[in-house]
């Protein structure tokens, strides 16, 4: 079950919850009122969401009287920042870049992965605060064995990653996989207890031919049609035009096409896994237009490239969960 912080002047308490951000002040008309909350009308008409909207409610109302109730986007109850590292960095930068994430101050609302290079996982492994979790960028389709080059999902759970990423663009369009055999991997890593950062998203050319819904839908199909469950899975919705470029799609662009998925999961999958699912923006992600981005009621957090190897810009970016808060 899913939780939700609510934070007072003069309390925090947490409340069990399924996702969908709404407002924690006991008065409905608060509600549109304030960006970065998730809409109420379509997550809020399905059985067991509703009832447990109820039960906060009621939860809330229990806090007290009179606070000043401070509300952060519900979702799994968290924010999701990674920090895609790439095949980037040298024993003593990734060293450097720990220092900076150890010492960096980070909300509590907000779940923080990062993705080393494999060779470098070990040592963030043992460097960095048990704060951030560790992915993979990559994993082999099935059990260890004769697969040269490959690292398997057991190997990556040996050394303590929690997470791999797959279906990243650079891996579909530079490497070649596809969606079918990224559905796969992404199968074996569930099945495995590896969790999925589940990577979308279309090409300049297919944007601009009005396709994006399509490509995102072929690629979400694929993993919903392999995954035995949504409940380790993050979404990462990644124009690949905006990857690398500077070029940052604009909040409205993004926010659309969060929708989109949600509804495309509500529709083919189930409204609770719509409802439940985070998920997160990447694509020139930076500690200037986070915040913005953050606010949009369907953006649940963000993979960061570039970004993730500056320490206290990705902090900043992680701390951008602010942007959701709400002071009631
Ligand atoms: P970028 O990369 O932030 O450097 O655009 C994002 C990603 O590839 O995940």
New binding site residues.
Partial sequence: MAAMAISSSSATVRIGCKKSAFVSNASSSVRSEFAGLRRMDSMFDMGSSHCLFAQMQRNVQAVGNGCRGVVTMAGTGKFFV?G?W?CNGTKDSISKLVTELNNAKLEDDVDIVVAPPFVYIDQVKSSLTDRIEISAQNAWVGKGGAFTGEISVEQLKDIGCKWV?HG???RRHVIGEDSQFIGKKSAYALTQGLKVIA?IGEKLEEREAGKTFDVCYEQLKAFADNVPSWDDVVI?Y?PVW?????K?ASPQQAQEVHVAVREWLSKNVSAEVASQTRIIY?????GGNSAELAKQEDIDG???????LKGPEFASICNSVTAKKVAA
């Fill in positions: 990674g895609n790439k990423i990243h663009s650079e990577c990462a990644e905006a990857i690398g470029t500077g940052v990447g694509g020139s992600v930076n963000f993979l960061v490239g570039g970004a993730s």
